[in-house]
């Protein structure tokens, strides 16, 4: 299975989410490949500190920049999850990617910003979908305040329903603390102390292979 992480803007959270699934699906048992199609590295970098702390289960990672179509179809016949980051914006990496990919998580914080680049993304899904028909695309808001008085999480689902391309995912990624905290462990907030954080990447990759 390819997941692809992606949006039209940085910042909400990609890598994060990235390295964290890559995590819940080789303490699962899978074999799994984080192909980081960035040209921040951060997810390669992720990986290395895992690599060099020894941390296990042991994650395979790809850099690839460009044109990853062929790549991403390589690894797919290799792993069995094949995870990738590509960068916060309309790219070759992201656009070639569609093209292979059984998932497309589209990920958006719930501001405005953020929901407002989501009209230009369901034209680029469009055009992915003529290549590849069968790609699945899910909206996932994440960095969503914990404040339960807090609105914006309702507004941003109401927001994504009005893009029929894009299926909300009923898991939230809330702004949490422990997310940076892992980042220099080279960890993900399944193997932490934080089950909050957990629960929700656990719940997130329960619902991907629905």
């Not at 803007?9 to 303490?27: C, Q, S, Y």
């Not at 808001?141 to 404040?147: E, K």
Request: include cysteine; hydrophobic fraction near 40%; proline fraction near 3%.
């Amino acid at each position: 299975m390819i997941i692809l992480i992606g949006s039209q803007k940085g910042g909400p959270g990609k890598t994060t989410i990235a390295v964290n699934l890559a995590v819940e699906f080789a303490r699962q048992g899978k074999d799994v490949v984080l192909v980081d199609a960035d040209s921040q590295r951060s997810a390669a970098r992720w990986h290395a500190d895992r690599e060099e702390q020894g941390h296990t289960p042991r994650i395979a990672c790809v850099e690839k920049l460009g044109s990853i179509h062929l790549t991403l179809q390589d690894l797919a016949n290799r792993y069995d999850t094949v995870i990738v980051d590509v960068a916060g914006k309309d790219s070759q990496e992201m656009r070639t990617a569609m093209t292979a990919a059984d998932q497309l998580v589209v990920v958006v914080r719930p501001s405005q910003f953020d929901l407002d680049t989501l009209e230009h993304m369901s034209g680029v899904i469009q055009q992915a979908k003529d290549f590849n028909p069968d790609l699945q695309v899910r909206g996932l808001i994440a960095q969503a305040p914990s404040n339960v008085y807090n609105s914006e999480r309702t507004d941003a689902g109401e927001y994504l329903a009005d893009y029929p391309l894009i299926s909300a995912l009923k898991t939230v990624i809330y702004e949490r603390k422990a997310y940076r905290d892992v980042v220099g462990e080279g960890l993900g907030v399944v193997e932490w102390n934080n089950s909050k954080a957990k629960a929700e990447i656990q719940a997130l990759a329960q619902e991907l292979e629905a």
